[in-house]
Nanobody
């Protein structure tokens, strides 16, 4: 059984920081690229960040650059998204996803929803004023 389980979402004030986590099990290995996506209320799901299976390369959406950091802990099979200086527009359901990591593919490819095979249920992050 392949499972991606997110945790850590909560209510946070604008300007604050928080970290969300994604625990992978049931066949997700180190050769999978992991991505974070989010879906704000009333909007489509959008790409946030991705990290290679080795953890040596990261890619961010423009909205996340300079504020968010994606990382992974291979022994624990867990990926993290650290969010700093959060804004009201960061309010969304944050979902973790896994995709086979092909080195010949571009970073842009892994910003696409269709690149990913497995998805978690998501964790809610709400930013208050």
């Amino acid at each position: 059984q392949v499972q991606l389980v997110e945790s850590g979402g909560r209510l946070v004030q604008a300007g604050g920081s928080l970290s969300v986590s994604c625990a992978a099990s049931g066949g997700i290995f180190s050769n999978y690229r992991m991505g974070w996506f989010r879906q704000p209320p009333g909007k489509d799901r959008e790409f946030v960040a991705a990290i290679t299976g080795s953890g040596g390369r990261t890619y961010y959406a423009d909205s996340a650059k300079g504020r968010f950091t994606i990382s992974r802990d291979s022994p624990r099979n867990t990926v993290y998204l650290y969010m700093s200086n959060v804004k009201l527009e960061d309010t969304a359901t944050y979902s973790c996803a896994a995709a086979p990591d092909q080195h010949s593919y571009s970073d842009t490819y892994y910003a696409s929803l269709n690149a990913y095979t497995y998805w978690g249920q998501g964790t809610q992050v709400t930013v208050s004023s």
